[in-house]
């Protein structure tokens, strides 16, 4: 299957900063690439070379087989970029800035605006669409950024941090929107630093760091590397830790750690391992203080992965 969108090698420098050191990113299409990784990695400069809004000092890009750099024109019409930061006028209307993006993507007059009105009731900027951008909250801007990359239909977007800094209810909504957008066979590039947003809309993820890509695969075998879920348990007294350590070594077949006193933590493998560990606390009659399941933070992820000095691959 051809990509939708693939880098090779991408090399980019800035003075004596290496921003990006031989990157490799596939967008299969129709599903969403996820790029994770912390401030500085080189997620934005990767994504800015896919749009042609910046040229490698090595190595190639190519969007539905054009090249990014020879065939750039041809490869702006397959695609839609919203940036990390917001790219709209915030003078004009909501309106305003949609007909203006279509006017310049060739849709003049009522195409345009028939556009316009309809990316605006998509994003629920309806009632907004009059109004100076200068007037919306941090999230309606989002949304009209969103909208705003869409005017084309693009085949390819990139979504560069798009939920960084939304309220939880606002960024469900921009996850529903890109699933939309999959279901309707765009291709998405999608960059965060959550895992827990890569985690639920990726298919593929590629965690760089360093202007490296350091890992690959699907969130399941991201995880795998880090070592799944972990069940944490602190018992109301703490002569009840090693009947604890007991019951979670017994369920999770590794010997717990214990992180800080009275606390013991073991990684487990899914969700389903804390009912065991409820229900067997509950039959020894161990009253706790604390009982939770929680995923790995990005910190341990990449503790996880940095830890090691070989390059982590995950077999596809
Ligand atoms: N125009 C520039 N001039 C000089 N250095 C730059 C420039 N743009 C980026 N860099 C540097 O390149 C590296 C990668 O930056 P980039 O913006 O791609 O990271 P990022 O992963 O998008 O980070 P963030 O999560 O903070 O947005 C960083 O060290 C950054 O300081
Ligand atoms: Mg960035």
Request: glycine share 12%; charged share 25%.
């Amino acid at each position: 299957m051809t990509a939708a969108f693939q880098a090779e090698g991408l090399v980019k420098r800035y003075g004596k900063t290496t921003a990006l050191d031989g990157v490799d990113l596939i967008g299969r299409p129709g599903t969403v690439l996820g790029v994770l990784g912390p401030n500085g990695a080189g997620k934005t400069t990767a994504v800015r070379i896919l749009a042609t809004l910046l040229r490698p000092d090595g190595g190639r890009a190519t969007v539905g087989g054009f090249d990014v750099v020879k065939d750039a024109e041809r490869v702006r019409r397959l695609i839609g970029l919203t940036g990390q930061y917001a790219s709209v006028d915030e003078d004009l209307t909501g309106m305003q800035n949609l007909q203006l993006i279509a006017a310049l993507l060739d849709h003049r007059g009522a195409e345009g605006r028939a556009r316009a009105v309809e990316l605006l009731a998509q994003f629920d900027l309806t009632d907004a669409g009059g109004r100076p951008v200068k007037t919306y909250s941090g999230g309606m801007r989002r949304r009209l950024d969103l909208a705003a990359s869409l005017v084309g239909r693009p085949d390819v977007i990139y979504l560069d941090e798009p939920t960084t800094g939304l309220d939880p209810a606002k960024r469900d909504d921009v996850w529903a929107m890109v699933r939309r957008l999959v279901t309707e066979g765009v291709t998405v590039l999608l960059t965060t630093q959550y895992l827990e947003e890569a985690d639920a809309l990726a298919d593929e993820i590629s965690v760089i760091d360093h202007g490296r890509v350091i890992a690959h695969g699907t969130p399941a075998q991201l995880k795998h590397i880090v070592g799944g879920q972990t069940v944490v348990v602190r018992p109301l007294d703490p002569e009840h830790v090693p009947a604890v350590a007991d019951i979670l070594h017994g369920i999770a077949g590794v010997t717990p750690e214990s992180p800080s006193r009275g606390v013991l933590t073991v990684p487990v493998d899914g969700d389903a391992a804390l009912g065991h560990v409820v229900r067997q606390l509950a039959a020894a009659g161990i009253p706790v203080l604390e009982l939770a399941l929680r995923l790995p933070s990005l910190d341990e992820v990449f503790f996880s992965l940095t830890g090691r000095h070989e390059v982590a691959e995950v077999a596809a």
